[in-house]
């Protein structure tokens, strides 16, 4: 896959800035090799995060985090920007082209692989300090940032499934597919199913897909024939397909009612697969019933997805040396851990281990297994990608085509976009 070179200077750009750690608000700029942190002359970068404004992450943000980083690097102040989620993509996309883009941001995901391939980010795989942090966060997360060869990210928080269940219909979380299997069927004579998805795209089927042995590419995401449509990935979907034909998979997986939490608190459903915003949410409902563990081994083993955000660097940027010792900060043990302290679940390993991850007890589950939590296919097309994989799964668990078809359908259109085409 060839980038596409939107901005034709952005390379010549970004090597330019980098060494001179340059200042857009006038006079003398710091040269090259000088400590920007430590320049006279003050330099001001833009950051756009999609915290909202009541939230404690922008409070703990602008009260904690960027006192702290102004403190330890006087030469650079941060404008942290509040942008809406919804419409971002779009706004971003014609900044690409208009202008406007900011210096650093705290990018979702997803969007990563797009936005490199579009050649507005800084490459960050040879800057001073990299490697280092490349080594001290969880690979999962880091693979979200890469793109033919190279970082154009920092993960910065994280998040992923586990086996959320009622205490009360489960007693013991069942730890392979066979024990889930079996603790369904007997659930099933008292009118609870046994697992409920919040849905049939990726992010609620992969952690089972994977972990039942299916595969969407090959290593390097650039054919998904052959492996989307393998016998293993066809086993894979047929074990969830089959799940839901023998009434033990609730409704909601396929768009029904109750929905995945309703149906969870109401006790319609005994289990489910989530992020750790559900406790907090419907604890107050269901107290210490609701309790958090490791998806159940599969043929795959216990594979869950990765979430969360990256923070990046565009190569518009006329500062981009400050921008890298204020993404280097926000990868502190010092910042991973203050954030984790409003609930943002850090990405490396320090910050797993900090009091304000370890003093949370349901987050133990999501620690343990964010050691086998796999990215989502990254990839610039993966929003077409993660649209033909929901028709796909949803075609197959409603029953509209074979599994075999599903799949093969789904590759043959997954193929073109993973060339580029």
């Known amino acids: 896959m060839r980038r596409r070179a939107i901005i034709p200077t952005i390379a010549g750009l970004a090597a330019l800035t980098l060494l001179a750690g340059c200042s857009g608000d006038g006079g003398e700029q710091p040269q090259a090799g000088d400590d920007v942190c430590a320049s006279e002359t003050p330099v001001t970068i833009t950051f756009w995060h999609t915290y909202s404004t009541d939230s404690a992450e922008n409070t703990q943000l602008n009260d904690v985090l960027l006192p702290e980083f102004e403190k330890e690097c006087p030469g650079v102040t941060v404008d942290a920007v509040v942008m809406p989620y919804d419409g971002l993509h779009d706004q971003l996309i014609a900044a690409v082209s208009g202008g406007g883009l900011p210096d650093v941001m705290r990018m979702d995901i997803i969007w990563t692989p797009e936005f490199a391939d579009l050649g507005v980010l800084t490459p960050l795989d040879d800057l001073d300090g990299f490697s280092d942090i490349a080594n001290t966060v969880l690979p999962g997360p880091l693979s979200t940032n890469e793109f033919e060869g190279q970082h154009y990210g920092l993960p910065l928080d994280t998040n992923t499934q586990v086996l959320v269940y009622n205490s009360e219909l489960l007693p013991e979380p069942p730890t392979t597919f066979e024990e889930l299997t079996a603790d369904a069927e007997a659930l099933k004579s008292q009118g609870v199913y046994g697992l409920a998805l919040g849905g049939a795209g990726p992010w609620n089927v992969f952690p089972w897909f994977w972990s039942a042995g299916g595969t969407v590419t090959d290593d390097s995401y650039t054919k998904a024939t052959g492996y989307l449509d393998s016998a293993a990935s066809q086993a894979a979907l047929q074990w969830l397909v089959d799940f839901n034909d023998a009434g033990l998979l609730g409704p909601s997986s396929i768009g029904g009612s109750p929905d995945s939490w309703g149906g969870f608190s109401g006790g319609d459903y005994a289990s489910l697969s989530d992020g750790p915003w559900i406790f907090p949410s419907l604890s107050g409902d269901m107290g210490d019933k609701i309790t958090g563990a490791p998806l159940p081994a599969g043929p795959g083993g216990s594979i869950s997805v990765v979430g969360g955000e990256n923070l990046v660097t565009f190569a518009t940027s006329d500062k981009q040396a400050a921008a890298w010792e204020f993404s280097k900060f926000m ?43 796999q990215a989502r296919t990254p990839v610039p097309a993966w929003p077409q990608i993660d649209q033909i994989l929901t028709d796909a799964f949803t075609a197959a668990l409603r029953g509209s085509k074979p599994v075999d078809q599903a799949l093969s359908d789904a590759a043959s259109q997954i193929d073109p976009l993973l060339a580029g085409d």
């Open 331 to 373: 990868l502190s043990d010092f910042a991973q851990g203050a954030m984790a302290e409003v609930g943002q679940l850090p990405v490396t390993q320090a910050g797993l281990e900090s009091d304000a991850v370890t003093s949370v007890p349901y987050l133990a589950a999501y620690v343990q297994q964010l050691q086998n939590a």
